[in-house]
């Protein structure tokens, strides 16, 4: 993966860099720049690309974030921010003459509102600690990522990030409130706050998937939620991923939309039942956990219309949760998904492509082509109500060419996605991954109109650069208009 | 107005643009009008008319998504849904009989592009929240698309958001993508009859906090109530009781047992509650969606509030104290604050003072002026003034995308194009 060439003038200046930041933030332990203690930051969930940073400043004040990103405004020195480092794209992926900016000591709830239903934390709390924080008195906070006892929100934020549940109760930007937010030129704005909707340009809607390129956040009002009264899933197997996936088109056309629903292919079934006895139909095809939750009535009704609707697309297995202890236990191998593909893999690549729903069969069978022509097996855990595919190929990194071969692999299914009208990417984000792939999706002229926004905030391309967009085009030159006035008088356009 | 430019193809939109531009003479963007007179008004030569960009290009009941060009009428819309047991899930309010015109009437982007929800807005999200890609000319004449089709799509900077909000702004939408909703199979509403503004929001508060899945929650003072068409609500209005409204929706039993519940776990605040059905629950929630209740007399001046939902009240309560004989009402759980402001204060600002200090004295948000004369408007701020920093960022965005400021000039602040 190329990334910018690093600055030879910022490399000398390290340690005048390292002195600055002490300056600013003179707390124990907030700068560091010792290679041993710099390399837990050599990478983020993309374990493949490795960098040390620079140097990692680890604020505690909004008013420190401020002064660390004016200098680096300032003095042309590049930064990165990052949460807990889980990013499944290389979002936080360091830079040889870069700043890491880390949010880890931003880790307090700063207030919880019930009455008004919102929780004022700051970014490095992690996302399940809103949840747990609120649990007793019957709330909780939608999204949740697989990866939600370590990621943090103000990650969250940043890569828009999703979970099972956003099926029903949406993504990370449908359920935010408010955000505390330090621009490269040091100026800290607040935006949204308890109310909805806020006037002028959604600046917290186009900050929210920015993966760190147009500044910091500092401080997150999330949504929250009511515990629903119950919530209970159906495990159902099928002979064909057509037969599931009719199944899941079936569910939602007739007007249900569960909390969760999933899917996963054989040999995600397989690897899923060695590592955790879920009790998943091993003769299976495809596999569908379907959740329902809400009102007891409602569920009970709903269970009983998503079975039948199951029965008669040939589910050949079909078990309802009696119980929570049960309701967990069809949960259990689809959440250890990844790790259990981890041992029967020496590694693997996880992808995260969305399709239109109907073109699921479609992909599958590319795929398992696909999978024939590279040597390399690939096991399918699916966000099935969205459409938002996790192919996970398995390989070795240490047989030469097996990465190689994995990423090249993976390419192919995000430009199948594309080609079927979905796209690169679903919650993990485009980060260094894949960056590169942009242009399949967008043409210049769409990328040009994104850039226009990393232009009205980080014109000086400090924060995060070499991430999101496989060129950063000079924000001047980008302004520049280009019409000609000779294309007058435009004939064909209806005049009254 | 010189002309009236009506583009039948995206192409065209292009010319428009790219003639505007070249001449440097602003363009006001208008679907079918409907909201023409919300915001300031505006500095243009010509209009840019999209009615003829109309039709369905896409629309996939099992997917949850309906593409179509932006200038295709809202009962075209609203039909083509229906007629598959969907609808928008924002609930977008009409607001022509509010606006002095007719009811019906409207555009795709014109739902879209201001980013108004109606009450099921506290549950279902904000047009923002449905919009899942685009196609637009910017103000730099230029043909782009953002977003996709899916309902998970995190690749790139989410321009959909920005032109959710953008008043016409940023770019001319030719084509939108929304995810659309199952109709639930039935619904209910409860009312509960005489709660003072403050135990109204209470109740509409804890019900949101509880296990019924409240879809929508409003509450409406004695003498809006009054003006209902719905007859238990108008009933009680003319009694001099308040009506605290909240609906459930979903499959029948469901409906029923959930209303049953909120009465029951609302009982201490409220012993006299009843409910009514589908229908006449549909016509109370339009009159809230459509803020009908306040649209006479026609020249009071309408306000539409957005701010902490428990706070609604005393917000509420400290204008009507600074502008006597404002009414109002409560939606989204007290969230937001209808209020109708006596025509006379027209002469001087409008109650944007009062009101905007009582929302800073009160825990903030939001002031729009949805309604008033044109002199009125171009004198005072009809959006939330933004703060130095974030009018500073929202400039850049604005000539980023529209460098000359050719669309919609002066709708939002007033402004000035660069040297
Ligand atoms: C096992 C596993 C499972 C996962 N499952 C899911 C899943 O189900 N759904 C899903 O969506 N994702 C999933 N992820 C991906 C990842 O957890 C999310 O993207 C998460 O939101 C990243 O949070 P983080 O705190 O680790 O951020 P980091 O990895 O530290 O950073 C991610 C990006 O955000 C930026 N950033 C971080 N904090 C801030 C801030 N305060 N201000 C500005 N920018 C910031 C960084 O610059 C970077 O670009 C998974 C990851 C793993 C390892």
């Not at chain 2, 440097?24 to 243009?44: C, D, F, N, Y």
């Not at chain 2, 977003?147 to 770019?171: E, I, P, Y």
């Not at chain 2, 939902?309 to 204008?319: D, F, L, Q």
């Amino acid at each position: 993966m190329r990334m910018p060439e690093p600055d030879a003038t910022t490399l000398d200046r390290r340690l005048s860099v390292v002195h600055e930041l002490r300056r600013m933030v003179p707390e124990p332990g907030g700068v560091i720049h010792d290679p041993d203690e710099l390399a837990v930051y050599e990478c983020d969930g993309l374990t493949a690309y490795r960098q040390l940073p620079l140097v990692v400043v680890l604020p505690q004040t909004t008013r420190q974030v401020a002064q660390v990103l004016k200098y680096c405004h300032e003095t042309g020195v590049k930064v990165v921010p990052r949460g807990a480092g889980t990013s499944l794209s290389g979002g936080a992926l360091p830079l040889a003459d870069g700043i890491t900016l880390g949010l880890g000591k931003f880790n307090r709830i700063l207030e919880v509102d019930l009455e008004n239903r919102c929780a004022v934390v700051q970014p490095g709390v992690t996302n399940l600690a809103i949840s747990t924080a609120v649990a007793g008195q019957g709330f909780y906070y939608a999204p949740d990522p697989s990866s939600q006892i370590a990621c943090s929100i103000g990650g969250n934020v940043a890569e828009n990030s999703g979970g099972v549940h956003c099926l029903k109760y949406g993504l990370t930007t449908n359920n935010l409130l408010g955000l505390e937010f330090v621009t490269i030129e040091g100026e800290v704005i607040r935006l949204g706050g308890k109310h909805l909707d806020s006037p002028g340009y959604d600046l917290m809607g186009v900050i929210t998937g920015s993966e760190g390129l147009l500044g910091v956040v500092t401080e997150v009002t999330v949504r929250l939620l009511p515990t629903p009264a119950t919530a209970r899933a159906l495990l159902m197997g099928f002979e064909s991923s057509e037969a599931a996936g009719d199944t899941v088109t079936a569910i939602i056309a007739g007007g249900i939309i569960p909390a969760g629903l999933e899917m996963m292919d054989r040999p995600a079934i397989h690897a899923a039942e060695a590592f955790c006895h879920a009790g998943y139909p091993l003769d299976a095809e495809a596999l569908l956990i379907c959740e329902l939750d809400g009102p007891e009535a409602e569920v009970e009704h709903l269970i009983e219309q998503v079975a039948a609707i199951a029965r008669g697309k040939g589910a050949n297995s079909l078990r309802v949760s009696a119980d929570e202890a049960e309701r967990q236990a069809f949960w259990a191998g689809r959440k250890a998904a990844f790790p259990a593909v981890g041992r029967i893999s020496p590694d693997y690549y996880c992808m995260d492509g969305t399709i239109p729903r109907h073109q699921l069969p479609h992909v599958l069978g590319r795929m398992r082509q696909m999978s024939a022509e590279y040597g390399l097996d690939v096991a399918n855990v699916f966000h099935a109500g969205d459409g938002n595919l996790h192919p996970l190929i398995l390989f070795d990194a240490n047989r030469p060419g097996d990465l190689e071969k994995a990423e090249a692999f993976g390419a192919e299914i995000l430009k199948l996605c594309v080609e079927v009208g979905g796209v690169l990417t679903g919650e993990h984000g485009v980060g260094v991954e894949k960056r590169d792939l942009m242009p399949v999706m967008f043409e210049p002229v769409d990328l040009a109109h994104q850039q226009q926004v990393k232009c009205a905030f980080d014109p000086r391309h400090r924060l995060n650069p070499g991430k999101m967009f496989p060129e950063l085009h000079n924000c001047a030159e980008l302004g520049r208009l280009h019409v000609s006035g000779g294309r007058m008088p435009f004939p064909d356009l209806p005049r009254f | 107005m010189s002309e009236t430019l009506k583009p039948a193809t995206a192409d065209q939109v292009v010319d428009a643009v790219a003639q505007a531009l070249a001449a440097g003479t602003p363009l006001e963007v208008v679907g079918q009008g409907s909201k023409r007179a919300i915001g300031r008004p505006m500095e243009a030569e010509s209009r840019l008319d999209l009615s003829k960009l109309t039709g369905i290009s896409l629309y996939e009941p099992a997917e949850l998504v309906l593409r179509a060009a932006a200038g295709t009428p809202r009962a075209e819309i609203e039909a083509a849904l229906a007629a598959e047991r969907q609808r928008l899930a924002f609930d977008p309010p009409d607001l022509g009989a509010l606006l002095g015109g007719p009811a019906g009437r409207g555009t795709l982007a014109g739902m879209v592009v201001p980013n108004l929800g109606g009450p099921r807005r506290l549950s279902a999200g904000a047009p923002r929240d449905h919009l899942l890609g685009y196609k637009a000319v910017s103000g730099r004449a230029e043909a782009y698309k953002a977003g996709g089709r899916v309902m998970k799509n995190v690749t790139g900077f989410d321009l959909c958001k920005l032109m959710a909000g953008s008043w016409g702004t940023l770019g001319v939408l030719t084509e939108l993508t929304l995810k659309v909703q199952p109709l639930p199979e039935t619904s209910r509403t409860v009312l509960l009859l005489g709660l003072t503004d403050g135990l109204g929001v209470r109740a509409l508060s804890r019900a949101m906090g509880g296990p019924h899945e409240v879809a929508a929650a409003a509450h409406l003072p004695a003498g809006v109530a009054a003006l209902s068409k719905v007859a238990a609500v108008a009933r009680a209005g003319a009694e001099g009781r308040a009506v605290t409204a909240l609906k459930v929706e979903g499959p029948g039993p469901s409906v029923a047992h959930r209303a049953g519940g909120l009465k029951t776990d609302l009982a201490d605040l409220s012993a006299d509650a009843e409910d009514i059905h589908d229908a006449q629950g549909a016509t109370l929630w339009q009159e809230i969606r459509d803020a009908t209740l306040l649209a006479e007399p026609a020249e009071g001046l309408i306000w539409r509030l957005s701010v902490t939902p428990m706070r609604g009240p005393e917000i509420a309560h400290a204008i009507v104290q600074r502008l006597p004989g404002t009414r109002g009402l409560y939606d989204w759980a007290g969230g937001l604050v209808w209020l109708a402001v006596p025509g006379d204060t027209a002469q001087g600002d409008g109650g944007a003072g009062p009101i905007r200090r009582a929302l800073a004295e009160h825990g903030g948000g939001h002031a729009l002026l949805l309604r008033g004369p044109e002199a009125l408007r171009a004198r005072v701020a009809v959006f939330q003034p933004e703060d130095r920093v974030t009018a500073a960022l929202s400039r850049r965005l604005r000539l980023g995308f529209d460098p000359r400021l050719i669309l919609n000039r002066g709708r939002l602040i007033a402004e000035q194009p660069e040297e």
